[in-house]
């Protein structure tokens, strides 16, 4: 199998905190790129718990298998660090982002010449960072590698194998705050007056009216739709590993009804693709990206993920309070909820205007100025 080659390093970046030829690249071991490990979905009460520990040790030794193909400082803490997140009972997708995550960290670490994890310090930590901006990963990208690597440190600490002082004064990387983007009216409207096919209908507007995650819509069963409440149950959300009920409108519902009665009933799961079980990510997108083209909004850049963005957006200028809106959107942070409030406020919107007009007309007086 073929390992990825990644970057070539520029010693001159890191302050001669390590020294390394131009030439030397840092490959990546294959299972970061090649490994699946997906956990099967619940059934609709949410036990499918005996039939998911198979599969997902399954999918660990195959991690494992793979481990030990390639050779790098501190395999053995890692891979017992690997054993301690299963036992934690870690879901398969963050088991595999912090096998990638450490692995390309110590592969680093072996770039610098020393060979014993004992050896490592602030200053090998402080390279990897920069070393991971310099060839292009987003910053949200390179703090998920970074905490990967302190709650490594953490266990190797925790077992005396490091001493605590590497912890002290941790890298904190500066964030990008970025505004939400949900779909203007207009646009929406325009996307959906071009929809005619029962089912992507019934499941752009789902997406629309609910708020989930693509994921967990396409994970959805019939089993799991309260049909005369207009809920469904998500009895493990893709994201939080949380449950929540969502709930959707008439118009969704009528999209909906009408999909059940075209779809084959002996599917298991609402939204189902050829060869397999459920609808993936892919066709779902493509999908969404036809009707995109079809209304000319190919370059607008809007996604699936933005129906969500428009449901929350949507919601709280009618007025929801960000409380409520939190736990539909099952965010487990009330801030990560309150970025929509920035996004679109229609009476701080009011107000701007109102008061312009006020300051157009000419209409302030000594009563308005501010006392300085």
């Given at each position: 199998?073929?390992?990825?080659?990644?970057?070539?390093?520029?010693?001159?970046?890191?302050?001669?905190?390590?020294?390394?030829?131009p030439n030397d690249y840092i490959k990546a071991?294959?299972?970061?790129?090649?490994?699946?490990?997906?956990?099967?979905?619940?059934?609709?009460?949410?036990?499918?718990?005996?039939?998911?520990?198979?599969?997902?040790?399954?999918?660990?030794?195959?991690?494992?298998?793979?481990?030990?193909?390639?050779?790098?400082?501190?395999?053995?803490?890692?891979e017992a660090y690997m054993h301690h997140k299963?036992?934690?009972?870690?879901?398969?997708?963050?088991?595999?982002?912090?096998?990638?995550?450490?692995?390309?960290?110590?592969?680093?670490?072996?770039?610098?010449?020393?060979?014993?994890?004992?050896?490592?310090?602030?200053?090998?930590?402080?390279?990897?960072?920069?070393?991971?901006?310099?060839?292009?990963?987003?910053?949200?990208?390179?703090?998920?590698?970074?905490?990967?690597?302190?709650?490594?440190?953490?266990?190797?600490?925790?077992?005396?194998?490091?001493?605590?002082?590497?912890?002290?004064?941790?890298?904190?990387?500066?964030?990008?705050?970025?505004?939400?983007?949900?779909?203007?009216?207009?646009?929406?409207?325009?996307?959906?007056?071009?929809?005619?096919?029962?089912?992507?209908?019934?499941?752009?507007?789902?997406?629309?009216?609910?708020?989930?995650?693509?994921?967990?819509?396409?994970?959805?069963?019939?089993?799991?739709?309260?049909?005369?409440?207009?809920?469904?149950?998500?009895?493990?959300?893709?994201?939080?590993?949380?449950?929540?009920?969502?709930?959707?409108?008439?118009?969704?519902?009528?999209?909906?009804?009408?999909?059940?009665?075209?779809?084959?009933?002996?599917?298991?799961?609402?939204?189902?693709?050829?060869?397999?079980?459920?609808?993936?990510?892919?066709?779902?997108?493509?999908?969404?990206?036809?009707?995109?083209?079809?209304?000319?909004?190919?370059?607008?850049?809007?996604?699936?993920?933005?129906?969500?963005?428009?449901?929350?957006?949507?919601?709280?200028?009618?007025?929801?309070?960000?409380?409520?809106?939190?736990?539909?959107?099952?965010?487990?942070?009330?801030?990560?909820?309150?970025?929509?409030?920035?996004?679109?406020?229609?009476?701080?919107?009011?107000?701007?205007?109102?008061?312009?007009?006020?300051?157009?007309?000419?209409?302030?007086?000594?009563?308005?100025?501010?006392?300085?």
């Amino acid at each position: 199998m073929d390992r990825q080659h990644l970057s070539i390093l520029n010693p001159n970046y890191y302050n001669g905190c390590h020294s390394l030829n131009p030439n030397d690249y840092i490959k990546a071991p294959p299972f970061c790129q090649d490994l699946d490990l997906k956990l099967p979905p619940q059934d609709s009460q949410g036990q499918n718990l005996t039939l998911q520990i198979p599969e997902r040790r399954r999918a660990f030794e195959h991690l494992l298998n793979t481990l030990a193909t390639v050779e790098f400082p501190g395999k053995d803490q890692f891979e017992a660090y690997m054993h301690h997140k299963y036992r934690r009972n870690c879901s398969a997708n963050t088991l595999r982002l912090t096998a990638s995550s450490l692995s390309q960290f110590l592969l680093f670490f072996q770039e610098t010449g020393k060979r014993a994890l004992e050896q490592l310090d602030r200053q090998e930590i402080e390279a990897f960072v920069e070393f991971e901006q310099d060839r292009g990963l987003k910053a949200n990208s390179v703090r998920t590698r970074l905490c990967a690597v302190y709650a490594f440190l953490r266990y190797l600490i925790e077992k005396k194998v490091l001493d605590y002082e590497l912890l002290e004064s941790k890298i904190k990387l500066r964030l990008p705050d970025k505004l939400p983007r949900a779909m203007a009216p207009e646009d929406l409207n325009r996307l959906l007056g071009a929809v005619c096919r029962s089912r992507d209908r019934a499941m752009i507007l789902l997406l629309l009216r609910t708020g989930m995650r693509i994921g967990e819509l396409l994970n959805t069963r019939v089993a799991d739709i309260d049909f005369r409440e207009q809920k469904i149950l998500i009895f493990l959300a893709e994201k939080t590993a949380v449950g929540r009920v969502v709930y959707y409108s008439d118009d969704a519902h009528k999209a909906l009804m009408d999909w059940l009665r075209r779809r084959d009933p002996l599917k298991d799961f609402l939204f189902y693709g050829q060869g397999r079980e459920h609808l993936s990510y892919e066709a779902a997108r493509m999908v969404f990206m036809k009707y995109l083209q079809m209304v000319g909004l190919e370059h607008s850049g809007y996604t699936l993920h933005c129906l969500r963005h428009t449901f929350a957006t949507d919601l709280l200028n009618a007025g929801m309070r960000l409380e409520c809106l939190q736990v539909l959107l099952g965010h487990t942070n009330l801030e990560v909820t309150r970025r929509y409030a920035r996004l679109s406020d229609q009476t701080r919107e009011e107000e701007y205007f109102t008061a312009m007009r006020r300051i157009e007309k000419g209409e302030l007086n000594a009563d308005d100025q501010c006392d300085h």
